[in-house]
T-cell receptor, first 111, second 115 residues
Framework: DTGVSQDPRHKITKRGQNVTFRCDPI?????LYWYRQTLGQGPEFLTY????????KSRLLSDRFSAERPKGSFSTLEIQRTEQGDSAMYLC?????????FGPGTRLTVL | AQSVTQPDIHITVSEGASLELRCNYS??????LFWYVQSPGQGLQLLLK??????LVQGIKGFEAEFKRSQSSFNLRKPSVHWSDAAEYFC?????????????FGKGTKLSVIP
């Protein structure tokens, strides 16, 4: 059984640049989540999809952030005009039977 | 709003000693509760979960947790810690009962193990 995968694992970018991350959930899991984790904190919810529909967004998800899941399979998270405060680990999870399975995360560093 | 409190930021134990990590939650309905473990630079691995029924749940790697509704607690325990257990541990509550399907996490407890 293939787990949740995320790409890239690490991203270093300069302030003001746009970045995009990809998440491939476990196949047949129709719910997909994005979380952000900063140093010394637990993961914080960003957004959630059921199939291709984005059903919930956190107030943490500013207008510079956009997420898509166009065919109800993989998902992308884009951050426009990155700021140093965006530096964090971005975690993706897929859900089945009330249990969320997490990917390895994408570590973003904004210089 | 739902919240999870892990009062201990950092705990150090000797290898072979017992371990208890505390977790308290604030939630209006019967919660789904989880413990996850995270090694440095890695994602989260599920240790165990509580949905209903027996309040003492067994997980992987010899961990167990006990749900106490009266104390709003879900503490994680292990009778004998191994050096490989050094990691960060997160307690989480699922908000499905409130119509939201996200997890709310505590801030984590970092476990160090002295050989």
């Amino acid at each position: 059984d293939t787990g949740v995968s995320q790409d890239p694992r690490h991203k270093i970018t300069k302030r003001g640049q746009n970045v995009t991350f990809r998440c491939d959930p476990i196949s047949e899991h129709n719910r997909l989540y994005w979380y952000r984790q900063t140093l010394g904190q637990g993961p914080e919810f960003l957004t959630y999809f059921q199939n291709e529909a984005q059903l919930e967004k956190s107030r943490l998800l500013s207008d510079r952030f956009s997420a898509e899941r166009p065919k109800g399979s993989f998902s992308t998270l884009e951050i426009q005009r990155t700021e140093q405060g965006d530096s964090a680990m971005y975690l993706c999870a897929s859900r089945q039977n009330n249990e969320q399975f997490f990917g390895p995360g994408t570590r973003l560093t904004v210089l | 709003a739902q919240s999870v409190t892990q009062p201990d930021i950092h705990i150090t134990v000797s290898e072979g000693a017992s371990l208890e990590l505390r977790c308290n939650y604030s939630y209006g309905a019967t919660p789904y509760l989880f413990w996850y473990v995270q090694s440095p630079g890695q994602g989260l691995q599920l240790l165990l979960k509580y949905f209903s029924g027996d309040t003492l749940v067994q997980g992987i790697k010899g961990f167990e947790a006990e749900f106490k509704r009266s104390q709003s607690s879900f503490n994680l325990r292990k009778p004998s810690v191994h050096w490989s257990d050094a990691a960060e541990y997160f307690c989480a509550v699922d908000n499905s009962g409130a119509g939201s399907y996200q997890l709310t996490f505590g801030k984590g407890t970092k476990l160090s193990v002295i050989p």
